[in-house]
């Protein structure tokens, strides 16, 4: 099932989720439901605060090339265990924040670790466009945006743009 994405500022993105303790049937159905919401959007991950769930818990697929087979990946308590020294800069947006991109420094390389939808421990070295989308979702969990990279004057820019798409919306 599609659910809504919230659209920034809105508090619960704001907020650091809680760890998920058990993995239950009413999670993986969660986590169903956001991979359906991000492949719609369409997206490449998507943080469970964005959909104004509290928890820790991503999905993402990184895969763009039409004819390469899709990788959709779920994430329960993900955790950056190791990070490169080097950056990688990438031009990020964010379902919460559509039509909106800036160009934000990341590490080039992560390791990060996370409990897979059948509560086993996982953990897998990412680079390039995954290793920037990981921490991207991750941030999602710790209250963090993208925009929260970026100098003031321009956070504030894209705030007022997107107060002004949230009246439009509750108008239309």
């Keep these: 099932m599609k659910r809504a994405i919230l659209i ?26 956001m991979l359906e919401t991000m492949y719609d959007a369409p997206g490449i991950g ?7 769930v509290l928890d820790r818990l991503i999905v ?7 004819s390469a087979p899709a990788r959709p990946l779920v994430m329960f308590n993900p955790r950056v265990v ?5 950056t990688n800069v990438y031009e990020e947006g964010c379902l919460s924040i559509p039509e909106q991109y800036a160009e934000v420094t990341r590490p080039k390389v992560v390791d990060v670790e996370w409990i897979d939808r059948d509560g086993k421990l996982q953990s897998e070295t990412f680079d390039g466009l995954w290793a920037t ?7 999602h969990l710790d209250g963090k ?4 990279y970026l ?9 007022r743009k ?11």
């Excluded at 945006?145 to 929260?148: A, G, Q, S, W």
């Excluded at 997107?162 to 239309?172: D, F, H, I, N």
């Design 133 to 139: 989308c990981v921490q991207h979702e991750i941030d």
């Design 46 to 52: 998507l943080a469970a605060p964005q959909i104004g």
């Design 162 to 172: 997107m107060q002004k798409l949230k009246r439009e919306r509750a108008r239309a």
């Design 60 to 66: 993402l697929d990184c895969v763009k090339e039409e």
């Design 82 to 86: 190791a990070a490169s020294d080097e």
């Design 8 to 33: 920034h500022p809105d508090p619960r993105l704001k907020k650091v989720c809680a760890p998920v303790a058990d993995i239950s049937d009413e999670l993986r159905a969660l986590a169903d439901d």
């Design 151 to 159: 100098k003031p004057l321009k956070r504030q820019m894209i705030t």
């Design 145 to 148: 945006l993208f925009i929260d």
